[in-house]
């Protein structure tokens, strides 16, 4: 007896359930008409010149067009070859000297964001030095200040990226201005 009832119910309810995948089917159809629709805008984004983006979306003019395509409104760039430190975000451009690995030591390259903020940090590993305005951008490594000013131009860090104090100060300030997150340090 409870076989026949379970039976009849699913059998009366047969006639919804086809009705609500019919729903589903066309909600389904829908819904990849919108996800090619969409590719099809990205592609064409994809193609677009920086003028073009701006007067599509109204974007302001210039760099902080493509700081924000690239997902970043601060970019630090940080040339080894060259011992210095572009830093570009809304406000402008801006460069600094730097210090990069000495000999037997080793700055690491490539790309990389949300940098950790420490306005005070001590080196546990080379005899408690002080790195102010430190941006911990890979494990330990970090750009910050120094006391060896004198240095900059040329390696002369244990691996980390050494600016003057003052310049340390401006670069924390800026990233942390406009957030971390928002942040994309490339070193090479």
Same mark, same amino acid.
């Given at each position: 007896?409870?076989?026949?009832?379970?039976?009849?119910?699913?059998?009366?309810?047969? $006639?919804?359930?086809?009705?609500?995948?019919?729903?589903?089917?066309?909600?389904?159809?829908? =819904?990849?008409? /919108?996800?090619?629709?969409?590719?099809?805008? +990205?592609?064409?984004? /994809?193609?677009?010149? $920086?003028?073009?983006?701006?007067?599509?979306?109204? !974007?302001?003019? *210039?760099?902080?067009?493509?700081?924000?395509?690239? *997902?970043? !409104?601060?970019?630090? =760039?940080?040339?080894?070859?060259?011992?210095?430190?572009?830093?570009?975000?809304?406000?402008?451009?801006? %460069?600094? +000297? +730097?210090?990069?690995? &000495?000999?037997?030591?080793?700055?690491?390259?490539?790309?990389?964001?949300?940098?950790?903020?420490? !306005?005070?940090?001590?080196?546990?590993?080379?005899? %408690?030095?002080?790195?102010?305005?430190?941006?911990?951008?890979?494990?330990?490594?970090?750009?910050?200040?120094?006391?060896?000013?004198?240095?900059?131009?040329?390696?002369?860090?244990? *691996?980390?990226? &050494?600016?003057?104090?003052?310049?340390?100060?401006?670069?924390?300030?800026?990233?942390?201005?406009?957030?971390?997150?928002?942040? &994309?340090?490339?070193?090479?």
């Amino acid at each position: 007896m409870k076989k026949l009832a379970l039976t009849l119910f699913a059998l009366a309810l047969l $006639p919804s359930l086809a009705a609500r995948a019919a729903d589903l089917s066309v909600y389904d159809s829908a =819904r990849k008409a /919108d996800l090619a629709n969409a590719q099809t805008e +990205i592609q064409l984004m /994809d193609k677009a010149t $920086p003028e073009e983006l701006e007067s599509l979306f109204n !974007l302001p003019a *210039g760099e902080e067009v493509s700081a924000i395509l690239s *997902g970043f !409104l601060v970019e630090i =760039r940080v040339s080894i070859a060259s011992q210095s430190l572009n830093i570009s975000f809304p406000g402008g451009d801006w %460069n600094t +000297i +730097i210090s990069s690995a &000495r000999p037997g030591y080793h700055t690491v390259t490539g790309c990389f964001t949300n940098p950790r903020l420490e !306005l005070m940090h001590y080196s546990s590993k080379y005899e %408690n030095s002080p790195m102010p305005h430190s941006m911990f951008f890979y494990g330990g490594y970090a750009i910050h200040g120094t006391d060896e000013e004198s240095e900059l131009g040329h390696p002369a860090s244990h *691996g980390c990226v &050494r600016v003057s104090k003052r310049a340390a100060a401006y670069l924390y300030g800026i990233v942390q201005q406009y957030g971390p997150r928002n942040t &994309r340090i490339c070193i090479e």
